[in-house]
Every structure is written in structure tokens, then in C-alpha cells.
């Protein structure tokens, strides 16, 4: 069976991994520091969050060189050693390729500047003109995801359209040039031996060429999201992967209205896999996560593709906060992790988690970076407080995440008791529960199958000896029958004695 299909895949947020020349910001070198780290934890793979050249207004998802490496990250050759250094410790390494935008210090986004209205070099981004007598209103109602409007006055008057930061000029995928650059960009990462594609906003290529208002009436299509043109620029990149050796593999940050949608991307010419945010964004309730596990298998099934599992990333509260924080956070949070690593599937852990770090909720203003939080007027404020730099041991001011005194956002005093070095020789911390889970993981297979449980309770086995049970609710239940006649193999929290299972507590089984 192809690796994507069961794989454990770690996200590495580079500017926040490990810190190899003290100046406070995470680097490649870092994280080849820290592979035999990973190796331990028991992971398959690496998803790199974006290391090219980049201005970083949105950390990197504003690239200027596609074929580089930023100078805070380190220089190209550090890419290939860490490629070379995971392989050799068998472990697979995704990168990120942001397709839908480049930054406005991209070549290309700069010769379209300095070129007059109607130039071809304009025809790679979306350049339009404006509305009104004078042209001084925007082409039409689109907003930036990440607040405000999504089109920005170039000085000549026209108008270019960013869905994200004004530094995120919008690619044109009807242009041949865009369309062959990127061809280009796949080819030459996959010579130097990446494994495989995180594909950023893959749902956003395509626009609708009429750029009409985004409309408030139900059902109506959507002017950029989603559209059925997207698909082509997939199918041509799955040609390319698949002419290459290895098992390469695709996977999309795609947010669509349904799972039924996600399964077009992930039919068997186009990409392989895809995140689940159904399962991320549902709220701790049995109903709601058993409803997220069917919802995706269900529709997964039909195109062959396998599900996808993730409770964190660079862009969302971290889910010990979002599950209630503090000890009752971190308590489901242990639980939760598994239910997800017991289903079927590829899963994704987010750098952190196996440390159970929660969002940092009061960092200052005056060190927040993200664009959301400028864009929002700090209304919003951000993603920065999932992307604290790591607590890794005492060795340093910086929790051992470089040798310098400080990382480019302050990590809470708290998390000194939080450090890998402190975890490792605890055999109840959270990092030994990952520990433990993935090493039993990789037994695990066969089909879910449902157990009937009372309200609050979700129990499946996987094939014939495996049972996983969860009790999501906050006191005891009464174990299913097949697991008292079990034996259990892991739990997410103390055991209690008898039959019982605590509340917002998992536990494997052995039956
Ligand atoms: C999704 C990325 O995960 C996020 O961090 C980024 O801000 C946007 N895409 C824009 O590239």
C-alpha cells in the first residue's frame, strides 16, 4: 500500500522549529538538528511550512523565488542536506508550493507594476480596471481573507486583486506562462528529491472571468472558490508526479462547502489527499467528531482516496485551547489524539502538539506579526499564538530553541516545565503518549467498524483485535463489554479502577 495512505506526517513551522544560529528565528539547519527528534516520535514524514526567498508579510506564503531558500532559513544547500539527512533516516519530506499568489517582490509582480495597463506581463496576475467615472472604485465587492478588500491600486490607477495581503498579488491560471512556471517549480523540486506537495489554497486558482460580486443569495455560485476549472491545473500536475520514481505525493489545503466537494480534488488523475477540516473544526462532542469521520470516508470512499486527519496547524488555535484550555483542554486534547490516530487513514500532527503547548493567548501586541492581526485592527488577533517557537530544553533563554537569549516571539515562562527534555523522562507526559501511540499505530489496520455506545461514548474496532474506545463526556462510563474482556494497551489519562473509563478519556484495547 502506497505510504500516503496510513502515513504520520509532522508539520514543521520553520520559523518556529529549532533555531540554529541564535538570531531567534527557527532554520533549516535547526530542523535537521531535530530529526533524529522526529525519528523517535515515530512520524513517516515532514510537511515543511514555505522556505523560499520571501519578504515574509505573511510568513512566507508570499513567495519572491520559487527556487530558493531565504537567507533567515538558510541557503539551498541546507534544503538538499535536510532531504538527504530525512531520507537517511527514512523519513519523507513535503514541501509547500503556493500556487494561487506570489509576493508583490516577485519579479514578475514587479515588471507588472512598471509596465502600462493592458501589458502582456500584466496578464500573469489580475490586474482590472475600476469602477466608477474615474475608475477610483475597486472592480468589484471581493474581500481579503484576511479582512479589508481584496484589490489594491497599483499608481498607475488600475487595480490588482490579492485574496489575501496587498503583498499577495493573485496569479492568473488562465495565463500559459503561470500555468508553465509552475510545471517548471514541481520539476525542480522533485529533482532535487522532495517527496511530495503541500498545495496552498488549492480551492482559490480559478476565478470566475466575468469577476462578478460575490453574492449574499443562497446557493449562488461562488465568483472564486471552488470552481470546476481548478481541476485541470491538477490533472496536468498529477502527469508530472507520476513521471517521476518514489511514490510522490499531493496533498491540498482545500476548504470547500462539503466533503462531497473536497472528493472531486481527490479523484484518481488528481491529487492524492486532502486536510480534513471537517474533523478539525468540529467541537468536542461525539456527535459532532463521529459525524466528521463518517462524512469523510463516505465520500472519500468512491474516488479510492484515503481520509486525512488533523487537529492543529499554523493557522488555527491549537486545540488543547480550543477544547476548553488549561487541564481540561489538555485532558481531551490527550484523549483526542487517540481517537485520530486510531482511524484510518493519513494523519497530520502539528509541530507542538506532542508537548500538549496551548495557544498563547496575551502575547503583546507589538510582537504579533500576522497579517490578520494588522488587517483586522487587531479585532482579529491572529494566528501568531499557535506559532510560538518550541520549548525544547533548559539549555538556553530561549527554551532551547536556539542558542541565543531570545525567539522572535516570547515563549510563556509556563511552558519551561513544558520542554521535550522535561517530557522525555516522564512516562505519563504528553509526549510519550505520542510516543507510544505511533509505535502502536503502525500495527493497526483493517476497516472501522462502530460499536453502539450510549450517548457521549464512541467506540470502533479496526479488523479483527484492535478497539478504541473514547468517552467524550466529563464523568465515568461503564466500559463496552469488549473491552473489559480486552486488554488494554494505552490510555490517554490515569485509569481508574473497575470497569471504568474517566471522563474525556481514550483508551486502545487489545480484544
Ligand atoms: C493558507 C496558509 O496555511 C496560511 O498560513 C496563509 O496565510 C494562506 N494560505 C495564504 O497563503
Known amino acids: 500500500m502506497s505510504w500516503w495512505r496510513h502515513a504520520v506526517i509532522y508539520q514543521v513551522y520553520v520559523w518556529s522549529f529549532a533555531d540554529s544560529d541564535g538570531d531567534g528565528i527557527g532554520d533549516l539547519r535547526g530542523v535537521r538538528s531535530r530529526l533524529p527528534y522526529l525519528r523517535e516520535l515515530g512520524v513517516d514524514a515532514i510537511w515543511l511550512n514555505p522556505f523560499y526567498p520571501s519578504p515574509q508579510a505573511d510568513n512566507g506564503y508570499d513567495v519572491a523565488d520559487y527556487r530558493d531558500v531565504d537567507p533567515r532559513f538558510g541557503v539551498l544547500a541546507d534544503a538538499d542536506d535536510l532531504i538527504h539527512d530525512a531520507h537517511a533516516l527514512g523519513l519523507r519530506i513535503i514541501i509547500d508550493l503556493v500556487p494561487n499568489h506570489t509576493s508583490s517582490e516577485h519579479p514578475w509582480f514587479r515588471a507588472a507594476l512598471a509596465?502600462?495597463?493592458?501589458?502582456?506581463?500584466?496578464?500573469?496576475?489580475?490586474?482590472?480596471?475600476?469602477?466608477?467615472?474615474?475608475?477610483?472604485?475597486?472592480?468589484?465587492?471581493w474581500t481579503s481573507r484576511f479582512g479589508g478588500r481584496a484589490w489594491t491600486r497599483a499608481p498607475d490607477g488600475q487595480w490588482y486583486l490579492h485574496l489575501f495581503a496587498p503583498q499577495q498579488p493573485d496569479l492568473d491560471w488562465t495565463?500559459?506562462?503561470?500555468?508553465?512556471?509552475?510545471?517548471?517549480?514541481?520539476?525542480?523540486?522533485?529533482?532535487?528529491?522532495?517527496?511530495?506537495?503541500?498545495?496552498?489554497?488549492?480551492?482559490?486558482?480559478?476565478?470566475?472571468?466575468?469577476?462578478?460580486?460575490?453574492?449574499?443569495?443562497?446557493?449562488?455560485?461562488?465568483?472564486?472558490?471552488?470552481?470546476?476549472?481548478?481541476?485541470?491545473?491538477?490533472?496536468?500536475?498529477?502527469?508530472?508526479?507520476?513521471?517521476?520514481?518514489?511514490?510522490?505525493?499531493?496533498?491540498?489545503?482545500?476548504?470547500?462547502?462539503?466533503?462531497?466537494?473536497?472528493?472531486?480534488?481527490?479523484?484518481?488523475?488528481?491529487?492524492?489527499?486532502?486536510?480534513?477540516?471537517?474533523?478539525?473544526?468540529?467541537?468536542?462532542?461525539?456527535?459532532?467528531?463521529?459525524?466528521?469521520?463518517?462524512?469523510?470516508?463516505?465520500?472519500?470512499?468512491?474516488?479510492?482516496?484515503?481520509?486525512?486527519?488533523?487537529?492543529?496547524n499554523h493557522d488555527v488555535v491549537r486545540h488543547v485551547t480550543r477544547y476548553g484550555g488549561g487541564e481540561t483542554g489538555l485532558r481531551r486534547a490527550r484523549a483526542a489524539i487517540l481517537l485520530m490516530l486510531a482511524l484510518p487513514g493519513s494523519a497530520y500532527l502539528y509541530q507542538g502538539e506532542e508537548l500538549g503547548l496551548p495557544e498563547v493567548e496575551d502575547l503583546p501586541d507589538e510582537v504579533r506579526r500576522d497579517p490578520v492581526f494588522q488587517r483586522t485592527g487587531g479585532a482579529d488577533p491572529g494566528r501568531d499564538g499557535c506559532r510560538v517557537p518550541l520549548p525544547w530544553s533548559a539549555a538556553s533563554a530561549s527554551l532551547g530553541f536556539g542558542p541565543g537569549p531570545e525567539s522572535w516571539l516570547p515563549q510563556p515562562p509556563a511552558w519551561a516545565a513544558l520542554t521535550a527534555e522535561r517530557q522525555n523522562g516522564d512516562p505519563t507526559s504528553t509526549l510519550n503518549l505520542y510516543r507510544a501511540a505511533l509505535a502502536l499505530r503502525r500495527d493497526l489496520n483493517g476497516e472501522l467498524?462502530?460499536?453502539?455506545?450510549?450517548?457521549?461514548?464512541?467506540?470502533?474496532?479496526?479488523?479483527?483485535?484492535?478497539?478504541?474506545?473514547?468517552?467524550?463526556?466529563?464523568?465515568?462510563?461503564?466500559?463496552?463489554?469488549?473491552?473489559?474482556?480486552g486488554a488494554l494497551l494505552l490510555t490517554s489519562s490515569a485509569r481508574v479502577p473497575g470497569d471504568f473509563l474517566p471522563g474525556a478519556t481514550a483508551a486502545w484495547y487489545r480484544c
Open 115 to 141: 509596465a502600462p495597463p493592458g501589458a502582456a506581463v500584466r496578464g500573469r496576475y489580475l490586474f482590472r480596471d475600476g469602477r466608477g467615472r474615474y475608475g477610483d472604485r475597486p472592480p468589484n465587492n
Open 175 to 312: 495565463d500559459d506562462e503561470v500555468r508553465a512556471e509552475f510545471r517548471d517549480i514541481l520539476r525542480y523540486w522533485l529533482d532535487r528529491g522532495v517527496d511530495g506537495f503541500r498545495i496552498d489554497v488549492a480551492h482559490g486558482l480559478a476565478k470566475d472571468p466575468q469577476m462578478p460580486d460575490v453574492s449574499a443569495e443562497p446557493g449562488s455560485a461562488h465568483p472564486h472558490w471552488d470552481l470546476d476549472e481548478v481541476h485541470d491545473v491538477y490533472r496536468d500536475w498529477r502527469r508530472i508526479l507520476d513521471g517521476y520514481p518514489g511514490d510522490r505525493v499531493f496533498v491540498g489545503e482545500i476548504w470547500v462547502q462539503s466533503t462531497e466537494r473536497l472528493a472531486l480534488y481527490l479523484r484518481p488523475d488528481e491529487l492524492h489527499t486532502a486536510f480534513n477540516f471537517e474533523f478539525l473544526t468540529a467541537p468536542w462532542e461525539a456527535a459532532a467528531l463521529r459525524k466528521a469521520v463518517d462524512d469523510s470516508r463516505r465520500a472519500l470512499g468512491p474516488v479510492g482516496a484515503p481520509a486525512t486527519w488533523v487537529l492543529s
Open 449 to 485: 467498524t462502530w460499536l453502539s455506545t450510549p450517548g457521549g461514548v464512541l467506540a470502533f474496532r479496526r479488523g479483527s483485535g484492535f478497539l478504541c474506545v473514547i468517552n467524550v463526556g466529563d464523568s465515568a462510563v461503564r466500559l463496552p463489554a469488549e473491552a473489559r474482556s
